[in-house]
């Protein structure tokens, strides 16, 4: 069975870099088709779909965020990681990994969550 599970610290101080690490295990991250995302919850603003990462290690980001965001992997380790840079209080959410098969049609890519991690909760707090 495929899960995933995301890691880093829970706590990170404005203006500073928040960063998580998916490992994934029963599948992977280089399957073919599959692309793994990275989204977040927030109380304030409801879902948020923040970037994701191909099986050949192409990135794709949400607009609002690009500018902060970057995502990477290591397939050795069968991880990819988020990083989000300038954080401020409104980046106060539960961040969670997912991954399933994706791909493009009619010129728009598209993207399944077949597989979610729990979820890790980051606080942006001084």
């Known amino acids: 069975q495929v899960q995933l599970q995301e890691s880093g610290p829970g706590l990170v101080k404005p203006s500073q870099t928040l960063s998580l690490t998916c490992t994934v295990s029963?599948?992977?991250?280089?399957?073919?088709?599959?692309?793994w995302s990275w989204i977040r919850q927030s109380p304030g603003k409801g879902p948020e779909w923040m970037g994701a990462?191909?099986?050949?290690?192409?990135?794709y980001y949400n607009a609002s965020l690009k500018s902060r965001t970057s995502i990477s992997r290591d397939t050795s380790k069968n991880q990819f990681s988020l990083r989000l840079s300038s954080v401020t209080h409104e980046d106060t959410a539960v961040y969670y990994c997912?991954?399933?098969?994706?791909?493009?049609?009619?010129?728009?890519?598209?993207?399944?969550?077949?597989?979610w991690g729990q979820g890790t909760q980051v606080t942006v707090s001084s």
């Open positions: 029963g599948a992977s991250i280089t399957t073919s088709y599959y692309f």
């Open positions: 990462i191909e099986y050949e290690g192409s990135t």
């Open positions: 997912a991954g399933g098969e994706g791909g493009k049609s009619d010129n728009s890519y598209y993207f399944t969550y077949d597989y």
